[in-house]
């Protein structure tokens, strides 16, 4: 179980970060991964970091979405900034128990998901 905070509306250059606690083990012990998605779509990838903190990201995303781990608590977050309209979709946070670096192409490759939620970015 997953429990998601964050997203919201903001108008296009606005910035909104989420936060994903994992109600059982330790944030720190997770693989963590945020997708989206909007309707009639797959879930894409948008930014992951593996156990050893190694973050990778979607290229529609670099430069402009941070992922981090606070080092108290582990709690995991997407710092988003410079949204663009296309940004807009349903988030989801995903974890799964070990890995290098988190896979942004499988979502199958995850056992945890958040309940989503929503970005809506207006230009």
């Known amino acids: ?6 997203g919201g509306s903001v108008q296009a250059g606005g910035s909104l ?3 994903c606690a994992p109600s059982g083990a330790p944030s720190r012990t997770h693989c963590i991964a945020w997708f989206r998605q909007t309707p009639g779509t797959e879930r894409e990838g948008v930014a992951g970091m593996g156990n050893e903190g190694r973050s990778n990201y979607a290229d529609s ?27 807009t979709a349903m988030y989801y946070c995903a974890a799964a128990g070990w890995c290098r670096d988190a896979p942004l192409t499988r979502t199958d490759a995850y056992d945890w998901w958040g309940q989503g939620t929503q970005v809506t970015v207006s230009s």
């Open 1 to 6: 179980q997953l429990l998601e905070s964050g």
């Open 17 to 19: 970060r989420h936060s």
């Open 61 to 87: 995303v670099k430069g402009r979405f941070t992922i981090s781990r606070d080092n108290a608590n582990g709690t995991p977050y997407l710092q988003m900034h410079s949204l663009k309209p296309d940004d």
